[in-house]
C-alpha cells in the first residue's frame, strides 16, 4: 500500500450553527468548539438530522472531517457547499452525493469514528450543510473541521515518532502506596520535515503557525491513504512545541520539527 505525504488543516471557524434536531445539553454548537472535545452535538432519534452554517463570508474548503462520532456501518454523511441557505438546502453548487462515514470499514477500541473527505477540486462558499443519513439511533458528534488542505512537497524524515502522554501522574510512597493524580492519556506525534522550501515556509506553515500558536487546533492527517489505519494516524490539537525552521545546507531550505498532541 502506497504511503502518502501528510497534510495539514486549520479548522475554519464554522459561524452561526444550527441543525433539524438536537438533544437536551448537546448543543449543535458544539460542532464549532474544536478545542472542547468533550462537548458534543446529539440528537433525539435519527431523522432530521443535520447541521447547517454561515461561515460569514466566501471560504475555500477541500476537507471535511466529522469527528468523534458514534457512526455505525450504514452511516452516511453528506456535503452541500453554495452561495446561500436555500442552495444548501437545495440543489447546491457542490454536493458530495451520501458517502459513507466508516471509509474504510474499520472497528475502533472506543467506538468513535472521524470521516475523511477529500474534495475533487476547492470550493469557495459562505453556505455549508451536512447531512447524516442512515444511522440507527441518536447520532453524536464532537467537532466538524472543515478547510483548505496544507501538504508539503517532501515526505517527512525517518526518526519519526507516534506513542502516548498520560496527562496524570503517580508518586509511590516509601511503603509501596500508589497516590495517583487521574486524568486522560492523549497520542502524541513528532516528526521533522527537512526539506521545507522557502515558498513553503512564507505560504504555508509560517501562516498557520501564526494562526494557530501552541494553544489553537490543528488537524493532521499524518498518512492520508485509504487504509485501515488512517483513523489512527489522524491527529487534532495544539502544537505545544512551536516548530522553527531552521537553515540546512541547501539554501532558501528549511527543516522544522513537529509535535502535537491529540485530543482525539
Given at each position: ?47 432530521d438530522v443535520w447541521a447547517r452554517g454561515d461561515f460569514g463570508s466566501a471560504q475555500a474548503v477541500d476537507f471535511l472531517a466529522i469527528v468523534a ?56 462558499y459562505r453556505w455549508w450543510r451536512i447531512d447524516i443519513t442512515g444511522h440507527t439511533g441518536d447520532f453524536e458528534a464532537a467537532s466538524v473541521i ?76 499524518f498518512d492520508p491513504e485509504a487504509g485501515p489505519y488512517r483513523q489512527c494516524k489522524t491527529y487534532m490539537g495544539p502544537t505545544d512545541k512551536l ?22
Amino acid at each position: 500500500m502506497a504511503i502518502r505525504k501528510p497534510f495539514f488543516v486549520v479548522p475554519l471557524d464554522l459561524g452561526t450553527v444550527v441543525s433539524g434536531n438536537v438533544a437536551a445539553g448537546h448543543s449543535v454548537f458544539h460542532l464549532a468548539r474544536h478545542d472542547a472535545i468533550g462537548l458534543t452535538w446529539k440528537t433525539d432519534g435519527n431523522t432530521d438530522v443535520w447541521a447547517r452554517g454561515d461561515f460569514g463570508s466566501a471560504q475555500a474548503v477541500d476537507f471535511l472531517a466529522i469527528v468523534a462520532a458514534n457512526a455505525l456501518p450504514g452511516t452516511q454523511f453528506r456535503l452541500r457547499l453554495g452561495e446561500t441557505q436555500a442552495e444548501v438546502d437545495g440543489a447546491a453548487p457542490y454536493d458530495s452525493a451520501a458517502q459513507t462515514f466508516i471509509s474504510p470499514s474499520i472497528t475502533s477500541d472506543d467506538d468513535l469514528y472521524h470521516s475523511h473527505w477529500e474534495l475533487p477540486s476547492l470550493q469557495t462558499y459562505r453556505w455549508w450543510r451536512i447531512d447524516i443519513t442512515g444511522h440507527t439511533g441518536d447520532f453524536e458528534a464532537a467537532s466538524v473541521i472543515m478547510g483548505k488542505k496544507f501538504e508539503p512537497s517532501r515526505y517527512y524524515n525517518y526518526g519519526f515518532g507516534r506513542g502516548v502522554e498520560d496527562l496524570g501522574g503517580l508518586s509511590i510512597s516509601p511503603f509501596g502506596i500508589f497516590d495517583e493524580q487521574p486524568g486522560i492519556v492523549l497520542r502524541r506525534i513528532q516528526f521533522t520535515l527537512a526539506w521545507v522550501t522557502e515558498a513553503e515556509f512564507e505560504t504555508g506553515f509560517q501562516p498557520m503557525l501564526k494562526k494557530r500558536g501552541k494553544r489553537k487546533i490543528v488537524y493532521l492527517c499524518f498518512d492520508p491513504e485509504a487504509g485501515p489505519y488512517r483513523q489512527c494516524k489522524t491527529y487534532m490539537g495544539p502544537t505545544d512545541k512551536l516548530p522553527f525552521a531552521t537553515g540546512v545546507r541547501k539554501p532558501g531550505t528549511y527543516s522544522m520539527d513537529f509535535q502535537l498532541l491529540s485530543t482525539i
